[in-house]
């Protein structure tokens, strides 16, 4: 068995469940798994650290996501900024199916750590522990840079 054969063995099915929360279609995850684990595949070389190799693989698979989803959906844009309440929970916005252009774009503008510290427990559905072990730091690390996070998605929604 390769090395790249052994890692596929132990990240698929995360990264599938991951691609489910994602897009919330079985089928369409499948298909978006195995394109994640090619490009994994053809730039294995670019992997820096192999102890956050499911970092970097749930980077992929978002990427795949938003390629595939920019290519076959219409972004619905809201009308106005008054839409959106004051009190609005960012991570339930995520949660639809639908998600909005300007949401996508106020999460891709996040800094790292707080994208990847959200993508990882919203859609990965990841627990804070897990996040910390991945990131190599204290589980109230995560739990600070998520609730971070979370603030700068809101001010930028609003």
Not at 135 to 156: I, P
Request: charged share 30%; with cysteine; glycine share 2%.
């Amino acid at each position: 068995m390769t090395d790249f054969e052994k890692i596929y063995k132990e990240h698929s099915g995360f990264i599938q469940k991951y691609l489910i929360k994602l897009c919330k279609d079985p089928m369409l995850a499948e298909e978006l798994t195995q394109e994640t684990f090619f490009r994994a595949y053809m730039n294995l070389s670019a992997l820096k650290n192999p102890d956050k190799i499911s970092v970097w693989l749930c980077q992929i698979a978002k990427n795949v996501y938003y390629a595939w989803y920019n290519e076959h959906k219409k972004f619905s844009q809201t009308d106005s900024d008054d839409e959106l309440a004051d009190d609005f929970n960012v991570e339930n916005l995520f949660e639809q199916k639908d998600l909005t252009e300007k949401a996508f774009v106020c999460l891709h503008e996040l800094d790292e750590p707080y994208k990847e510290v959200f993508m990882l427990s919203v859609f990965g559905q990841l627990s804070f522990k897990d996040i910390s072990k991945l990131f190599g730091k204290s589980e109230s690390w995560a739990r600070v840079t998520f609730y971070r996070a979370k603030q700068k998605l809101n001010e930028r929604m609003r």
